[in-house]
């Protein structure tokens, strides 16, 4: 077995999904992001889910918070960063 580990591979086979940064091998977007038939879920759904995450792992910030915090990370991502509720946030 040899390995070909040139800079163009490395860079080809290194991915993040655009919709919450979680790495992967392919595509654009992770499995927890789309829905069954591979497109990208609303923004509500993902909104929801990420402040449910968020809300676990920092249970002392108020729902207000969470929300600040979750807009703020979207805001970072390429699936969301235009979107009008992170925009008006
Ligand atoms: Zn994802």
């Known amino acids: 077995m ?14 993040s999904c655009d ?8 595509g654009r977007y992770c499995g927890y992001c789309t829905d069954d038939s591979g497109a990208l879920q609303p923004f509500d759904d993902r909104f929801a ?11 002392a910030a108020s729902q207000q918070d969470i929300e600040r915090q979750v807009l703020d990370y979207m805001a970072t991502m390429p699936a969301w960063r235009d979107h009008p509720r992170v925009l008006t946030r």
């Not at 580990?5 to 991915?15: I, R």
């Not at 940064?21 to 392919?26: K, L, W």
């Not at 889910?49 to 920092?58: C, K, L, T």
Request: with cysteine.
């Open 49 to 59: 889910r990420m402040a449910a995450w968020q809300a676990r792992r920092d249970p």
């Open 19 to 26: 919709s919450c940064g979680m790495p992967i091998e392919s």
């Open 2 to 15: 040899t390995y070909d580990l040139t800079e163009e591979k490395v860079m080809t086979t290194t991915s």
